[in-house]
């Protein structure tokens, strides 16, 4: 079957840096999104990697290492509306969006 | 440029009553899509459009679900009649398409409906 790991809950300090990691097992590969979404709203888009490396994005950075199913989002410079929930998604040889179930990120002052 | 829209934004009904959300996606996108997502989990895909035709509804539960989008643009999905585990927010996103890079699968939401099923 198609799984998307990611931890449940994260806390960090304003002002920090946090990693979230992403594991994944899926059939085939067409590449790998990060979602934010804050409560009650819906996903945005914050970044997507296809070939291995670091993505880099103002605050935020996204690495992938297909070899080895493996995604971290980096948040630097933590700010109090980075408090959200951060969804890792791959698209499969199919296209289809397999969703992890999301990572709530804590920020406290 | 206007977003995804969604309505309505939220609908309590009784189990066993009908229920419709309805969709736009943003002008100019091929792909649409309906999730379902409960409290703390992520997205779950009911159907993917492209144009008119459903090209994924693997997961959509035809007993209860229906869905159309006749004219290829803006999309109804229905279910009747509604049970209490269809409590869920129900999420509508587009997309330019929905093969090649985050330039055409990049997914645009809607605010979605919270739908409660008493």
């Known amino acids: 079957g198609q799984n998307i790991d990611q931890p449940t809950e994260m806390t960090a300090t304003e002002g920090a840096i946090v990693q979230i990691n992403c594991t994944y097992q899926t059939s085939g590969f067409n590449g790998l999104f990060w979602y934010q979404q804050h409560a009650g709203e819906a996903p945005t888009f914050l970044s997507y990697?296809?070939l291995d490396g670091l993505e880099e994005k103002g605050r935020f950075s996204s690495f992938l290492s297909r070899s080895k199913g493996y995604s971290y989002l980096l948040l630097k410079e933590l700010q109090m509306k980075d408090s959200a929930s951060y969804l890792c998604?791959?698209?499969?040889?199919?296209?289809?969006?397999?969703w992890g179930a999301g990572t709530k990120l804590i920020i406290k002052p | 440029e206007a977003g995804v829209v969604q309505s309505p934004r939220y609908k309590i009904i009784e189990k066993k009553q009908p229920v419709a959300f309805w969709c736009n996606p943003i002008?100019?996108?091929?792909?649409l899509y309906w999730y379902l997502q409960n409290l703390g989990q992520g997205p779950e895909l009911l159907i993917r459009?492209?144009?008119?035709?459903?090209?994924?509804d693997s997961q959509l539960p035809k007993d209860r679900f229906s869905a159309e989008r006749l004219k290829g643009v803006d999309s109804t999905l229905k279910i009747q009649p509604a049970e209490l585990g269809d409590s869920a927010v129900y999420l509508c996103a587009s997309s330019l398409s929905s093969s090649g890079g985050a330039g055409v699968n990049e997914q645009f939401f809607g605010p979605g409906t919270r739908l409660t099923v008493l």
């Open positions: 002008s100019g996108h091929n792909t």
């Open positions: 459009y492209e144009n008119e035709e459903a090209v994924d």
């Open positions: 998604a791959v698209m499969d040889s199919n296209y289809q969006l397999i």
């Open positions: 990697n296809v």
